[in-house]
């Protein structure tokens, strides 16, 4: 049980840092303010956030385990999967040369945590991702989330993205050098994303 319980942990936390790592609002957000010096309203924006993206991965959650208890549809679900990992992996490398990428809709707000919120409320894509990974993974039997699984999943999930955070947060400025490197913020993601929605695709189409 205690194997199953930290790899549930290990896959969250693994799979929720590589989605923070790609430039978006939140980490974005986070780098200006350290950049700027003001390290503690980042911190406090980073809880925030990712509380709220915590809140949301709970509803993901429970959106999945309705899904996959639907057997005669097991099928189609990840059928569909497949195309949104795909979809995700090529949105994620044509991406890359997009740096258009606008971080500061709240900074009229002085609360950090306040800030951290409302972009948390204002990314709901959150939402659909973590629906797409966790019924990947139970579709497929990577791993299957029951009762004493759930809380070491979402926990990891928590722990992944605010750790990814205060990374940049501890890397400051220096973080740029990577958030500009294509392959490490795009490409690499991107693959995973291709290589995840073609191993589904293929179990779909040969061997179901």
């Known amino acids: 049980m205690l194997g199953e319980i930290l790899l549930a942990f290990g896959i969250a936390l693994l799979i929720s840092a590589v989605g923070t790592l790609p430039p978006a ?33 709970i509803i993901s959650l429970n959106i999945s385990e ?47 945590w306040v ?17 797409t990974v966790i019924t990947y993974l139970q579709v497929n ?25 205060l990374l940049i947060i501890r890397l400051g400025s220096s973080f740029t050098k990577y958030s500009e490197n294509r392959w490490i913020a795009f490409i690499v993601p991107g693959i995973i994303f291709l290589v995840l929605g073609g191993i589904s695709l293929v179990q779909y189409l040969f061997l179901a």
């Open 141 to 165: 039997e990577w791993l299957v989330l029951n009762g004493h699984k759930e809380w070491p999943f979402l926990i990891g999930t928590f722990i992944g993205e605010i750790g990814m955070l």
């Open 25 to 57: 609002t939140i980490n974005i957000a986070v780098l200006q303010l350290t950049i700027r010096k003001r390290r503690k309203i980042a911190l406090q924006l980073a809880i925030g956030a990712a509380t709220i993206d915590f809140i949301y991965t």
């Open 115 to 131: 800030r951290g919120v409302l972009l948390g409320l204002f990314n709901p894509l959150i939402m659909p991702f973590w629906i």
């Open 66 to 112: 309705y899904l996959t208890q639907k057997e005669s549809l097991i099928g189609l679900f990840q059928l569909i999967t497949s195309i949104l990992f795909i979809v995700l992996g090529l949105a994620s490398i044509f991406s890359s040369g997009n740096k258009n990428i606008r971080a500061d809709r709240f900074k009229i707000i002085q609360s950090g």
